[in-house]
Antibody
Framework: QITLKESGPTLVKPTQTLTLTCTFS??????????VGWIRQPPGKALEWLAL???????RYSPSLKSRLTITKDTSKNQVVLTMTNMDPVDTATYYCAHRLEMATNVPFDYWGQGTLVTVSS | QSVLTQPPSVSEAPRQRVTISCSGS????????VNWYQQLPGKAPKLLIYYDDLLPSGVSDRFSGSKSGTSASLAISGLQSEDEADYYCAAWDDSLNGLVFGGGTKLTVL
């Protein structure tokens, strides 16, 4: 059974760096093809893809946010970490991590975490 | 403004059929598979349709997907109150080199 859970601060100040952790079980990020992604959703708005990391450490980022994002993995801990620099109130959103079975671009996110709401405010 | 265009809302009566459209371009839907997600109120998204028209295990066959050219559609037949949710399409965009989502469609079962 695959599960994912996001953790991190619920409140960050503008200009600060956000660090979110996705802790998962039921699969390994050392298995060929497997990936974990981050997606966010501002309150009342649409989903927005942020980043992906694969078993082989291949990383992909949203072009519009690439300069602010870093995604890393700790295979031994079954964790994926997303950092986002220079946070702004417009970054207030629920942040989700999700599992991807294969590396191909068409592969869906088949399992999602419950999400964590991050508010950016001074 | 989302790269993939969906109607903001649709509504239909119980037991009827509704379709939700997702319009894109040759760099996304025209060249890549479409996946659909259902997001119930206050919940995380759930995979509903993948690779244009395939149902994950456990998803009701009242849901179906299709694609033609640069547009895709999600159809829900035999509408039930529990189908009230937001629905999102998604596809990889070769030009942007990233995953794009539609703006979401809120389904109301009258």
């Amino acid at each position: 059974q695959i599960t994912l859970k996001e953790s991190g601060p619920t409140l960050v100040k503008p200009t600060q760096t956000l660090t979110l952790t996705c802790t998962f079980s039921g699969f390994s990020l050392s298995t060929s093809g497997v990936g974990v992604g981050w997606i966010r959703q501002p309150p009342g708005k649409a989903l927005e893809w942020l980043a992906l990391i694969y078993w082989n450490d291949d990383k992909r980022y949203s072009p519009s946010l690439k300069s602010r994002l870093t995604i890393t993995k700790d295979t031994s801990k079954n964790q994926v970490v997303l950092t986002m620099t220079n946070m702004d109130p417009v970054d207030t959103a629920t942040y989700y991590c999700a599992h991807r079975l294969e590396m191909a671009t068409n592969v869906p996110f088949d399992y999602w975490g419950q999400g964590t709401l991050v508010t950016v405010s001074s | 403004q989302s790269v993939l265009t969906q109607p903001p809302s649709v509504s239909e009566a119980p037991r009827q059929r509704v379709t939700i459209s997702c319009s894109g371009s040759s760099s996304n839907i025209g060249n890549n598979a479409v996946n659909w997600y259902q997001q119930l109120p206050g919940k995380a998204p759930k995979l509903l349709i993948y690779y244009d028209d395939l149902l994950p295990s456990g998803v009701s066959d009242r849901f179906s997907g299709s694609k033609s050219g640069t547009s895709a559609s999600l159809a829900i037949s035999g509408l039930q109150s529990e189908d009230e949710a937001d629905y999102y399409c998604a596809a990889w965009d070769d030009s942007l080199n990233g995953l794009v989502f539609g703006g979401g469609t809120k389904l109301t079962v009258l």
